[in-house]
């Protein structure tokens, strides 16, 4: 050790007096919460005679692209030909979205009867139906699901999705994307 004594970097009597004059006197008055009065509904004209507050412009959340879920084998299929073509032709790479709307345009024909060909008529002999035919059965996996960014499709393309799922009598639209891709990469049902 050194004999030197260091002095601190604080020095009180460098002041020149008192400490509490640097201080704010009085501690600051916290502001008030004002509870949020609810107001009409925007699309509610206003009472006449009184003008309705302005709305704040609320920032929207970054929602996530909607999702099919289709059977493992089917996603593996898929990102194996998206990846290959992002190696191959990166500028003109198609999107799972994108690849999904043309497995669906490829066999809009095949999957608008494939759900009507699978629900059979109940015999005729039977008092009871016992399971409603229109209604699809529920697809299971011999694995767990693999769920697929639609991302690529516009909202109206979407809900032309939906609405051919319901046409089709898919079922949902997850059933509608996995049967059109399973057909277009050429996958079949185990």
């Known amino acids: 050790m050194s004999s030197t004594k260091r002095r601190g970097a604080f020095d009180p009597n460098a002041l020149g007096g008192d400490i509490d ?3 704010p006197q009085s501690p600051p008055r916290p502001t008030p919460i004002r509870p949020v009065q609810p107001g009409p509904a925007p699309d509610d004209p206003a009472p006449t005679g009184v003008s309705a507050p302005p709305v704040p412009a609320v920032r929207s959340a970054r929602s996530a692209p909607p999702e099919a879920v ?11 030909l998206t990846m290959r073509e992002r190696q191959e032709k990166p500028d003109r ?6 690849v999904v709307l043309d497995a669906v345009e ?8 494939h759900w009507r060909e699978t629900t059979a008529a109940p015999a005729a002999s039977r008092l009871f139906r016992r399971v409603d035919p229109s209604q699809p059965r529920r697809r299971r996996h011999a694995s767990s699901p693999a769920r697929i960014p639609l991302a690529g499709i516009i909202p109206e393309d ?9 046409e089709w ?18 996958i079949s049902h185990k």
Not at 70 to 80: C, W
Not at 158 to 166: I, V
């Open 21 to 23: 004059s640097l201080l």
């Open 70 to 80: 289709v059977a493992p084998e089917v996603y593996q299929t898929l990102r194996k």
């Open 93 to 98: 790479a198609r999107s799972y979205g994108q």
């Open 106 to 113: 490829a066999h809009a024909e095949d999957l608008a009867s």
């Open 158 to 166: 979407l809900r032309q999705l939906d609405t051919l799922a319901a």
């Open 169 to 186: 009598g898919a079922g949902s639209r997850s059933a509608l994307v996995e049967e059109a891709l399973r057909r277009y990469l050429k």
